[in-house]
């Protein structure tokens, strides 16, 4: 068993940062790609970001590249996002997640964390 809790969201003006923490507990051991995704009102949730177990090998969703940043340190069993030039349509609640599977393009997730707002004003 593995339990992710997010933290580190909040209110922030468009063009400011956030940056996200995930911190695993339990089986961790167990886990190797970690992700991020968000989900903003009324809609489904979205990929935004991917880790791999040793940080070599990232992906990011087209709207967050080049201004988000994700990476992971296992001695802490944390992932971090770092989010720079927010803008409205970044708000969501983020979620953690985390995968037994291996880097690949497509992968499920097997663990998620209960989510933190992001509110990006105009």
């Known amino acids: 068993q593995v339990q992710l809790v997010e933290s580190g969201g909040g209110l922030v003006q468009a063009g400011g940062s956030l940056r996200l923490s995930c911190a695993a507990s339990?089986?961790?051991?167990?886990?190797?790609?970690m992700g991020w995704f968000r989900q903003a009102p009324g809609k489904e949730r979205e990929f935004v970001s991917a880790i791999s177990y040793s940080g070599r090998s990232t992906d990011y969703e087209d709207s967050v590249k080049g201004r988000f940043t994700i990476s992971r340190d296992n001695a802490k069993n944390t992932v971090y996002l770092h989010m720079n030039s927010l803008k409205p349509e970044d708000t969501a609640v983020y979620y953690c997640a985390a995968s037994k599977t291996h880097w690949a393009l497509q992968i499920e997730y097997d663990y998620w964390g209960q989510g933190t707002q992001v509110t990006v004003s105009s």
């Open positions: 339990g089986r961790t051991f167990s886990i190797n790609t």
